[in-house]
């Protein structure tokens, strides 16, 4: 089980932190992702991080801006600078088997309940 949350309304120029707790026993093991949905467009991703953190993926439209960490209570967190109105969405984050935290939405096994980020102009 997936529990998102930290969206919020922002400016341009400000920064979020979003955070998603997973539970199981074996979430630990778990590749982790962030994917994005705006309106009227399909679900893309975001930033992936691997089941122990040792590799992160990002994809070039976050990349120098947003950061994917994870910590030993299974929570992986999403710290957004920089944001811009193109970025405004529902956020979600996911896990997957796949321990190397890949890019493709179907790779994805559990999902949570999304978080909406709104950055004003």
């Known amino acids: 089980q997936l529990q998102a949350s930290g969206g919020g309304l922002v400016q341009a120029g400000g920064s979020l932190r979003l955070s998603c707790a997973a539970s199981?026993?074996?979430?630990?093991?778990?590749?982790m992702g962030w994917f994005r949905q705006a309106p009227g467009k399909e679900r893309e991703f975001v930033a992936a991080?691997?089941?122990?953190?040792?590799?992160t993926d990002y994809a070039d439209s976050v990349k120098g801006r947003f950061t994917i960490s994870r910590d030993n209570t299974n929570t992986v967190y999403l710290q957004m600078n920089s944001l811009n109105p193109g970025d405004t969405a529902v956020y979600y984050c996911a896990a997957t088997v796949v321990t190397g935290g890949p890019r493709r939405v179907y790779e994805y096994d559990y999902w949570g309940q999304g978080t909406l980020v709104t950055v004003s102009s």
């Open positions: 991080i691997s089941w122990n953190g040792g590799s």
């Open positions: 199981g026993r074996t979430a630990s093991m778990y590749g």
